[in-house]
């Protein structure tokens, strides 16, 4: 996947509001719904779901504009979401652990 300077930007501007706590991409109930049950507890990242995650954010990451990202949100399956979300909040915590001095 090839993805250009501007959409790189995109991404991580939300990326970088999502964590100070401002998501623009999914709504609170929906991420708090999904991740009451934390992705550590389920067997997660096997080699289906990585594929899968892999082609969900490709077509994603395709979107050029907010409201296209958004849209494309509200076209896909339950399951499929469920995956966005769990795969970006894995990145957000990743990049909030990344970015702390102080690791316990």
Do not use: C, W
Not at 4 to 21: A, D, F, M, R
Not at 35 to 54: A, H, M, R, S, Y
Not at 72 to 99: C, H
């Amino acid at each position: 996947m090839n993805i250009s300077p501007e959409k790189l930007e995109q991404i991580e501007y939300l990326l970088s509001q999502s964590t100070q706590g401002i998501h623009l991409l999914f709504d609170n109930v929906s991420i708090a719904k999904i991740l009451k049950n934390p992705t550590e507890n389920l067997d997660f990242f096997t080699v289906e779901n990585i594929k899968k995650v892999q082609s969900i954010l490709a077509e994603f990451i395709e979107r050029k504009t907010l409201s296209e990202k958004q849209d494309y949100l509200k076209r896909i399956d339950k399951t499929t979401y469920e995956l966005l979300v769990r795969t970006y909040f894995n990145i957000v915590d990743n990049a909030v652990l990344e970015s702390t001095p102080h690791k316990h």
